[in-house]
């Protein structure tokens, strides 16, 4: 076993001493003492890099969300652009009757290309069909738009 030794104070150099300490260990960019943690210089490439990808990644999120936004105006829009279509196909028909608000009616085409409006649907109509094409089961509205519920197929 080795004999502990003594420290003689008066061989210890105070001002050699202050010289390896500082008063803002903090600020010093490596350890300031032996048990102190290790500070390595981070690679500002890879600082930048990462923040860089952090920055891509929501931007590209927040894109997608507007773009989500957009596609819904979009679809939006051709649903009031056909409402539209049919709504002066339905004013430029032959209807017989007036329509009464929050009625189902059906929207019809002749052989001859003319429309006309009937009560009953597709599926009613018995051997012989009175129509070339069947083109919307529509709604009247309050405001005297027409909601399109279904839309025919060509040659019904």
């Known amino acids: 076993m080795s004999k502990k030794q ?4 008066d061989k210890i150099d105070l001002d050699r001493m202050k010289e390896m300490t500082t008063e803002n260990p903090g600020l010093l960019p490596y350890a300031h003492t032996s048990g102190g943690a290790i500070i390595r210089p981070e690679d500002k490439g890879k600082i930048t890099g990462r923040a860089v990808a952090a920055m891509h990644s929501q931007t590209d999120m927040q894109m ?3 773009y989500q936004q957009m596609q819904l105006l979009a679809d ?4 009031i652009q056909k409402r539209v279509e049919v709504s002066e196909r339905i004013y430029q028909a032959s209807i017989s009757f007036e329509p009464l608000i929050n009625h189902i009616y059906y929207l019809y085409e002749k052989e001859d ?12 109509w018995g051997r012989k069909k009175g129509f070339a094409s069947f083109v919307a089961e529509i709604k009247l509205l309050a405001d005297h738009t027409w909601e399109i519920l279904r839309e ?5």
């Open 64 to 66: 997608a969300q507007i």
């Open 6 to 9: 003594k420290i003689d104070v």
């Open 76 to 79: 939006q829009a051709k649903l």
């Open 113 to 124: 290309g003319t429309d006309f409006l009937s009560m009953i649907a597709p599926e009613e």
């Open 152 to 156: 025919g197929t060509s040659n019904s």
